[in-house]
């Protein structure tokens, strides 16, 4: 989802950086899901490097658990990837509170549409009110149709967050068709690469969380959004 955003930061970065992108719908697989995928990708690549940087959100709690063994995590303090694209917890509250109801769309959701709705279908988003009653029977068919269903009904704005990364306006244009045939208001925000190029240059002052050897993260349920807790009983040998 944020590969052009995270390479951009790379590329400006002074630092050595090896970089592993996962799938961009990791994150509507669930959260117990994604840790447990990302804990694979830490504990593979935790020998030679000085920290390991985590380039998601909180998630629905799938950043929640995650253990760092033997070197440092650094993850930024937000509940999303909106807050990344946006410039930071800040930024994304400003707006959020001015205009609720708004989903968001990027130039990675747009570019990677495919695969996201290929997720979301295999979650039953999207899935047709006949394919649930076939399955499941006429009342649970429809009941877990209409829940499916309600996540949409809480929307009427459609945002396209610009971050200039973006090649052309063919993105901006799909996003725009998008809020169109669901019938919402269409506008664009200017995004903001800061979280990212800070992230990558080591600049975690404030809006970054380091998890130390032989502890986990935790959702604070706050402003900071991630803590670091102690965690050598969960830690492999």
Known sequence: MLVRELSDAILHSRHLIDAEYLPAGLHESGGVAMRDRIQ???DACADGHD?????YGLCGNGTAGLL???VPLVLPRAHDCITLLTGGRKAFRKYFEAHPGT????????ERSEEMHTQLSSLGVNTPLGTFVAQYGEDAGSYLY?????????????TFIRTGLEPNDSFAAKAR?????????????????????RMLSGDWADDFLIVPPRCRTAASYDENILAAVPGEANVRK
């Open 146 to 158: 209409e829940q499916f269903q309600q996540y949409s009904r809480s929307y009427s704005r459609l």
């Open 51 to 55: 920290y390991i940087l985590i380039g």
């Open 103 to 110: 989903l968001f769309r990027s130039l990675g959701w747009v």
């Open 68 to 70: 760092a063994r033997t």
């Open 177 to 197: 068709n998008e809020a169109h045939d669901k019938q919402w208001t269409y506008e664009e925000l200017p995004g903001s690469l800061r979280i990212f190029h």
């Open 40 to 42: 694979q990708s830490i």
